[in-house]
């Protein structure tokens, strides 16, 4: 991408890419019905509406057969994630979004450095939305970015971001380097050059860090195929550089006595000693920090539009549960170490199997 504009969260990044793409109140935004809440949250702030779509049941990212069916006259951007250990399906995306003129936002906040063919993730769609929050593969404690293309949308970005203002061509030292515009009403969600240093050193390490991942992961693939019942998230053929934000595992519960993810989450938590080993995110038709109707602001006009619970997301629900994350600085490890997760699998299935063998209910 030939531009980069960077805000203070991703949250902020996602809010000024939708208003530089011209998302108006009262119009509709697809949103995967799976993924952190700010994807919702964003749409909502702004007076637009979120529509949750269903995911894909392979990548558990957004479903393109269910983004199609719910288009309609009034949707203004479609909003991709990259979950977890995977990306959209970016050509179909891309396609469809050709077909449709609907701009395309990828939402890059768990996907830093991934590659599509060959291609870094978030230069494809119209913007690319980039969180760089602590949690993150690339990180500055709290931070965003938004990237574009098209110097018409960084003119606006720039200006939704600082208040109205744009970078001067000719910057004077010892002056402000940027000037009043005034094109649209902007706010502050700029980025300070404190957290912008801490990132263009992180940078440098990025690539490396992912391929270290990547070895890992490689390893614990090979290893998996001695374990019935767990696998990998899919990831899409085209996923040429995969990274991992989160290493995602479905488990067949059948494997494991019938059992809940939230008990094995438990379990390998303790095994491995990672307070982050969690099942995925609960969809966002319930998901208890997606909540729009309880802010102050809903128009009685959008109360039945903006209620999570007319959504339907069985796919997410089944990923809900039998799904779960290890954070991605477990897999920093050197590859051998991947045994270390197998054995605990293996330990925490025969646990949970011998339980049901003799009756007694699992803890
Ligand atoms: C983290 C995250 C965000 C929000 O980023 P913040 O920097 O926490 O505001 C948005 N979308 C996705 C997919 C994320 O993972």
Redesign the pocket.
């Known amino acids: 991408m030939n531009y980069c504009i960077p805000t203070c ?4 990044a ?1 809010v000024v890419a939708l208003e530089a793409l011209g998302v108006q109140y009262g119009s509709e935004v697809l949103v995967p019905g799976l ?2 809440v ?2 919702a949250s964003a749409v909502a702030s702004i007076g637009a509406i979120p529509v949750l779509i269903d995911v894909d049941s392979d990548t558990l990212c957004m479903s393109l057969s269910a983004a199609k069916k719910a288009i309609t006259p009034n949707t203004s951007a479609i909003m991709i ?1 990259h ?1 977890y250990s995977s990306v959209a399906d970016i050509d179909g995306f891309l396609e469809l979004s050709l077909q449709t003129g609907i701009p395309l936002l990828e ?1 890059c ?2 996907a830093h450095g991934a590659k599509w063919k060959g291609k870094r993730v978030g230069s494809f769609g119209d913007a690319a ?1 980039f ?3 602590q ?2 593969l690339l990180t500055s404690g ?3 970015a938004v990237l574009t293309n098209s110097a018409e949308n960084y003119y606006l970005l720039q200006q939704i971001r600082a208040d109205g203002r744009a970078k001067v061509k000719q910057p004077i030292k010892g002056y402000l380097d940027i000037e009043e515009v005034g094109d649209v009403q902007g706010r502050n969600y700029g980025m300070s050059e404190f957290h912008a240093a801490l990132l263009i050193e992180g940078l440098k390490r990025l690539d490396e860090e992912n391929e270290k991942r990547n070895e890992f992961v490689h390893s614990l693939k090979t290893k998996l195929n001695r374990i019935d019942g767990v696998k990998i998230q899919g990831q899409p053929s085209e996923l040429s550089f995969p990274v991992y934000y989160h290493l995602c595992l479905r488990f067949d519960l059948n494997f494991f006595g019938n059992s809940t993810i939230d008990k094995i989450a438990k379990a390998l938590s303790a095994e491995l000693r990672l307070p982050a080993v969690e099942p995925v995110d609960v969809p966002l038709n319930k998901n208890k920090l997606y909540c729009p109707l309880r802010s102050p602001r809903v128009p009685s006009t959008h109360r039945e539009l903006l209620n999570p619970e007319r959504f339907e997301l069985p796919v997410a629900d089944e990923a809900r549960r039998t799904c779960l994350t290890i954070p991605h600085n477990a897999l920093l490890a050197s590859p051998d170490e991947s045994e270390v997760i197998i054995k605990a699998i293996e330990k925490i299935r025969y646990n949970f199997l011998l339980r049901t063998e003799s009756g007694t209910e699992s803890a």
Do not use: I, P, R
């Open positions: 969260h991703g949250s902020s996602l993924t952190w700010a994807c994630v979950l939402d906040s768990q939305a969180s760089f929050q949690t993150k709290e931070g965003g």
